[in-house]
């Protein structure tokens, strides 16, 4: 528990841009370097679903409906990865989750909500 901290969440206008970060403080480096980090969202009433992902040193994966809007990027020597949002919109609303996965099992932070609203 508490392995993974997001933040960064919170209301934005449609077209804004935001900035989620998460950090691993108490993890061990050498293990946050073998994760696969990640970003997923669950909106009212859906399922979890990805958002984008990156492996240490592979390229990043995004989700179809986030492509040319969102960047991640992770910083390894830092144990944090960010969510670039930018022209968002209603249907970004959700609850961002964190996530690393070791191809076994995964760590879930506890999530930050985002509303986009005019």
């Known amino acids: 528990q508490g392995q993974l901290r997001e933040s960064g969440g919170g209301l934005v206008q449609p077209g804004g841009s935001l900035r989620l970060s998460c950090q691993a403080p108490?993890?061990?480096?050498?293990?946050?370097?073998?994760?696969?980090m990640g970003w997923y969202r669950q909106m009212p009433g859906k399922e979890r679903e990805l958002v984008a992902n990156?492996?240490?040193?592979?390229?990043?994966n995004y989700g179809n409906s986030v492509k040319g809007r969102f960047t991640i990027s992770r910083d390894n020597s830092r144990k944090m990865v960010w969510l670039q949002m930018r022209d968002l919109k209603p249907e970004d609303t959700a609850v961002y989750y964190c996530?690393?996965?070791?191809?076994?099992?995964?760590?879930w932070g506890e999530g930050t909500l985002v509303t986009v609203s005019a």
């Open positions: 996530s690393a996965d070791s191809g076994r099992s995964s760590i």
């Open positions: 108490r993890m061990i480096t050498s293990v946050f370097n073998g994760y696969t």
């Open positions: 990156i492996a240490r040193t592979g390229s990043p």
